[in-house]
C-alpha cells in the first residue's frame, strides 16, 4: 500500500484527495449539464425566432454639405451682428 494512503480516515491527505474529487466530479456533472442545456437550446431558439423583431437595416450616413470657402458664411455673420447693434 502507498504509506500516505494507508493512514487513517482523518488524514489530511486523504481529506484532501475526498475535497478535490468531489470538486472535479461538481466541475465535470456541471459541464456535462452546461452542454445538454445549450444543445437544447440551440434546437428551441430558431423555433421562437419567428416572436423576435426584424432587425431594422442600417440608416445611409448623410454626407456633410460642402463648405463654402468664398467668405459669403462670414459676411453674413457680420451683416447680421453689425444689424443688431
Known amino acids: 500500500m502507498i504509506p500516505i494512503l494507508a493512514a487513517s ?4 491527505v486523504l481529506q484532501g484527495i475526498i475535497l478535490m474529487l468531489t470538486g472535479m466530479g461538481a466541475v465535470y456533472l456541471f459541464l456535462c449539464i452546461l452542454i445538454l442545456v445549450m444543445k437544447g437550446a440551440a434546437k428551441v431558439v430558431p ?9 431594422e437595416p442600417p440608416k445611409p450616413k448623410a454626407a456633410p454639405a460642402p463648405k463654402a470657402d468664398d467668405g459669403a458664411s462670414i459676411a453674413l455673420a457680420i451683416a447680421a451682428a453689425l444689424r443688431r447693434r
Open 9 to 12: 480516515e482523518n488524514s489530511v
Open 47 to 55: 423555433k421562437l425566432a419567428f416572436m423576435l423583431p426584424d432587425p
